[in-house]
């Protein structure tokens, strides 16, 4: 099995991708799959051990990779390729909001060096499992480059979609600068209204495709949620299934987390109180009987408009007039970093802002914080509501995606409620759903049922893992019909 991204925890995160790719490998050598993900050698980087070096090349830019092996948990493992021309740089995609103008070359190179690297081994992989529009091009070339390849030559691929929403757009003169000729730039092909794109090569050429929830995978065929691409995976339809994602549970467990105070559980919560308290003295807001009474809404994540922050904007004069706290943090686009800072200024005592990375404070707000708010405009699947749930914090979710998935509402009536749900994408439906979880709050025994109902579910990566299992299953059978592409039907 190979894996290919372009982030795998402990090595490179900006998001989620980061988590699955950390995850997923071991979780497969669980049950007997020998998995390996490559990724870039980031700057800054320094795991993994050299084990071998030889030059890569893409459209005719060569340069000689260095392969750095390094464990992962139960004996799978990750390989790094560092190229310092390609990879040694401030950010992973781009710097101050603009991606770097050779992203296609940095990506394609990446998959090359993967492919090349498997080749060297002497036998194919199972399945190579290509992920997110930086992987997209290993389905492509699987079908091109190495059609006929004496190892790869006839290699399954499966493609796994985390965001549609980052396509891989790139000019089209780009094609002969990553090994492919001009008759990829046909709709049915590579091209996206004018452009290529990495992305629809994933989609087109994989014998399956995955996406990170059976929510997701719905919506995705719609226009509202498909980008473009809704048309595309619509005629793919057979071939694509949701499949949500794991979490660690031995990284994310309120029992042994070395980033709160006290562990707890869910038969002894008393351990919450003190990562309230602790959270609360991080962000410098007094830990006296008022704020410790009064709700703590978290939240930890990307700043884009892809995570609500358009809606909380559009709410804030009368969030800001709840008697809540809220505590904030993360990076991302400039107004809404700015939205943040500013209002911890106006309230100090109610709302704290981190903005900046930070895996230390992210678990000690999971753990002190009573609720956790997502109001996602889509979430493909979303890792904080499940950490969120083992960690007693109940989730305040928008209903789409994997987060529809993962948070049943209170007021379905549902025995295995579990947090707040809204449906419409309204500043209305956030308040009222707030309002509503507030209210629960002051019930002692409902929110105790509600935090049990979460710490009580299984999200663990070997339930997923076996889904993906039966998909790689699937991609080898059809290689061996002799199928080299399927429409499912
Ligand atoms: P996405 O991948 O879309 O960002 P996910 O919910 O799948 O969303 O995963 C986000 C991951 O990144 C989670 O593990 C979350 O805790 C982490 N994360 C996001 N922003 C930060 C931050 N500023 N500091 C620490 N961890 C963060
Ligand atoms: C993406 C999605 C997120 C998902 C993550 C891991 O970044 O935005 O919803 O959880 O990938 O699959």
Redesign the pocket.
Known sequence: MLLIGSEAQPFAKT???A??LGALPPALQRLGWDATVVLPRYHGVSAGTLSRTFPVSVGGYTRTAGFYEAPLADHARAVLVECPDLYHRDGFYGADGVDYPDNPRRFAFLVRAALEYAAKRGTAPDVIHAHDWQAGLAPVYLKTVYAAHPVLGGTPSVFTI??LAYQGLFESDWLPRVDLGWDQFAVDRLEFYGHISFLKGGLTDAQLITT?SRRYAEEIQTPAFGFGFDGVLRARAGALVGIL?GIDTQEWDPARDPFLPAPFGAEDLSGKRAAKIAVLKRYGITADETSLTRPLVGMVSRMVA?KGFDLIEAALDRLTALDATFLVLGTGEPRYQEMWRALAVRYPDRIGARIGFDESLAHLIEGGADMFLMPSRF?????NQMYSMRYGTVPVVHGV??LADTVTDVSSGNAAANGFVFTDYTPEALLGTLARAFSTFGNAPSWHALQAAGMQQDFSWDRSAQEYVKIYRRAIGLRAEGKGHTDGS
């Open positions: 998001g989620g991708l988590d699955v985390h965001n990170v994602n892809q979430e493909p699947c979303g890792l995606g994997g």
